[in-house]
């Protein structure tokens, strides 16, 4: 597998990028504000686009933003929708990309944060990466989205912060 920068035409994305956060107004607020990476096997077929060849399928990608510096004075970089082609899920794609993300940050920042639903499926996984509980933005779903967001069978309300220090 390989993981890379994705400079142009993020929007080609939207389909995974929605597994992760399912409100594309949601993902246009920080779609073009931080990095995108994405992942995709060695062998992956690649298309001519403009003057580049660019991968057909990504296996999983993300959004790294910068969100400054905390009251803690730490500067933070936050993970945004982490997603996984279903097909590929479990398979290690997700954690490489955390790893990457916290490697690429190191350079610059002290904390790499995520937010996430209060989950059964999410919090484990990220707390299994190395993730610790921060604190909880509370009816983050409900007052942010035009639509209930269920997972795992349990309507999602508040975010659960996470923090990994670098």
């Known amino acids: 597998m390989r993981i890379g920068p994705v400079h142009r035409d993020r929007e080609r994305y939207r389909d995974l990028l929605l597994l992760a956060d ?8 920080y779609l073009h504000r931080g990095e995108m990476f994405a992942a995709y096997a060695e062998d992956e077929t690649r298309t001519k686009a403009g003057s580049a060849l660019v991968p057909d399928r990504a296996l999983g990608c993300m959004i790294v933003t910068d969100e400054g510096i905390d ?3 730490l500067h933070i970089a936050e993970v945004k929708s982490l997603a996984v082609d279903p097909t590929h899920q479990r398979s290690g794609i997700g954690r490489a990309l ?15 944060r995520v937010g996430t639903g209060d989950s059964p499926l999410t919090v484990p996984f990220y707390e299994a990466c190395g993730f610790t509980r921060s604190h909880v933005l509370p009816n983050f779903f409900i007052e942010n ?9 349990v ?9 990994r220090r670098l």
């Open 98 to 112: 955390l790893e990457f993300a916290a490697r690429h940050a190191t350079r610059e920042y002290d904390i790499l």
């Open 22 to 29: 399912e409100q594309w107004d949601m993902v246009e607020r």
């Open 155 to 163: 309507q999602l309300k508040d975010m659960v912060i996470l923090e």
């Open 71 to 73: 009251e803690r004075g």
């Open 145 to 153: 989205y035009d639509h209930p967001i269920v997972e795992a069978g």
